[in-house]
């Protein structure tokens, strides 16, 4: 057993981090502050190769796996979650389902743009009335002839409404089982179809230079052969993806765990009181060590998941381990963080002040925390 990474993976760290110091550090405040998308960062991600990274050269991607996407995520986060989600989201809701269930001519006119970070995709599972129980979907789709017309909305659905938003894949009600259960499926809805609307960006507490919007469907006709894999495999489709999505919000939670670590020494060293230093006080050098104990043992749980699903083994209920130890202990830290910043830690100048913001999203999106313990008793036979 080796958890340590090989001189590539190293490599990919280095320069995504070298990136987030140099690239995203400086912009991205002003972004959040004014709720703006970062294209110009998005498109340089774009040629780095990043929105590819865990696909097949043919497709156009770079090769790597998904565990070059977790390093990648945390790296990103460790300066700035919106950046880190905005990734996240194209690759494992977006490029990821048409990837893994599309067909060749579906992959042949996505895949390219998706894995450029020329184009963006959204994933819309979640409703207005339905988050968790995923089964409790309201949105149709009936065929009339070569064409679903769907009717319902989406909500949450993050890179659904950027300039560059190419597709969402929303999933659907497409019939009824023998048994009398619900028939989902999923369905390519490309941008600007009639009937598909966008609703204005939502007003959020963190992720604010990520884009979030509620999605309506009214009547909205798209081809037949838009159909994402088997008709009726819509909920053994985003329960894959959802699993593996896990990994990589857990890689993102931990990115901003070691962030609060990062600001928390550097200021430290250099805020004075009572004559000298606060990182001289055990009681901040407690909360610190605290705080990277909890972001190393957090990185270990998400490894040890993608070693895991890499190997094609089980991984379900180590995903949601690392889910929900990593969402844990991010809040933990961006908290403890705070306090050590004391005033400027409420003052939005400050990167903690944003990593307090964009943490607490992390224990409910891609299954709550009492979704992950749900999976994790499951899983143990309860
Ligand atoms: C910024 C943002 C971006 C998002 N991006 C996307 C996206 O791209 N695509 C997408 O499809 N969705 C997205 N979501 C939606 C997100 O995944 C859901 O918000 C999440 O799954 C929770 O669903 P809900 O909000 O409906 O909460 P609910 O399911 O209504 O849950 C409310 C509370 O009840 C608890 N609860 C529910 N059922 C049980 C139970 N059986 N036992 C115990 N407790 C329970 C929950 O844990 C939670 O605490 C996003 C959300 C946000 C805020």
Known sequence: MDFRLSEEQEALRESVRDFAREVVAPAIAEHYEKHTFP???VRQMGKMGLFGLPFPEEHGGMGGDYFALCLALEELARVDSSVAITL???VSLGAMPIYRFGTDEQQARWLPKLLSGEALAGFGLTEPGTGSDAGGTQTRAVLDGDEWVINGSKAFITNSGTDIT???TVTAV????????KELSTIIVPSGTPGFTVAPA?????WNASDTHELIFDDCRVPAANLLGERGRGFAQFLRILDEGRIAIAALAVGLAQGCVDESIKYAKERQAFGQPIGNYQAIQFKIADMEMKAHTARLAYYDAAARMLAGEPFKRQAAIAKLYAST???DNAREATQIHGGYGFMNEYP????WRDSKI??????TSEVQRMIIARDLGM
């Open 39 to 41: 294209y110009e960062i």
């Open 88 to 90: 996240e989201a194209a």
């Open 166 to 168: 190419a597709l969402v």
């Open 174 to 181: 497409t019939g009824t089982r023998p048994d009398g259960s």
């Open 202 to 206: 939502y007003s959020k507490v963190g």
């Open 329 to 331: 202990i991010a809040v």
């Open 352 to 355: 903690v002040a944003r990593f």
């Open 362 to 367: 992390l224990e409910i999106g891609e299954g």
